[in-house]
């Protein structure tokens, strides 16, 4: 196919984001074994098979709100806007992965696997997913 061809330097990018990568899988593969095990040190709570409702829904108010944090003042409203960051960090680093594996350097777009064309130009087409052509 026209337009997938790879030169040297797409090669060696590519090669330097999977050894990174392989790298940071490692590491986060020690660090949760690491955590783990230091969990496992304690001892069983048997108070803790309680509501799973209720225990559920604190802790989504607790992550989505830092009710905890925000008793802190301004250190909370930081930490908050922190963990908004480190969302948008993920998904650009999702986004570039997506991209560095899918790019047709033609036509610089995100190329759908299963139409093979650019994402965005499939929208409103009668084929589309979202139906709304």
């Given amino acids: 196919m026209k337009g997938y061809g790879m030169g040297a330097v797409q090669l060696v990018l590519g090669l330097m984001c999977l050894a990174v990568t392989v790298v940071a899988v490692v590491m986060v593969v020690r660090t949760v074994r690491r955590m ?3 969990v496992r040190l304690g001892q069983a709570d048997p ?20 009710t905890r944090m925000l008793k802190w003042g301004h250190v909370g409203v930081a930490h908050w806007f922190v963990m908004l960051g480190f969302l948008g960090l993920s ?27 650019c994402w965005w130009r499939s929208w409103g087409s009668p084929r589309s997913p979202a139906g709304s052509g």
């Fill in 91 to 117: 998904l650009s680093v999702a986004e570039a992965y997506g991209r560095s594996s899918t790019l047709r350097s033609s036509s610089r777009c995100w190329v759908s696997p299963a139409r093979g064309t």
């Fill in 47 to 66: 108070t803790r098979k309680g509501p799973f409702g209720a225990r559920f829904g604190t802790m989504f108010k607790e992550i989505l709100g830092r």
């Fill in 36 to 38: 783990v095990s230091s």
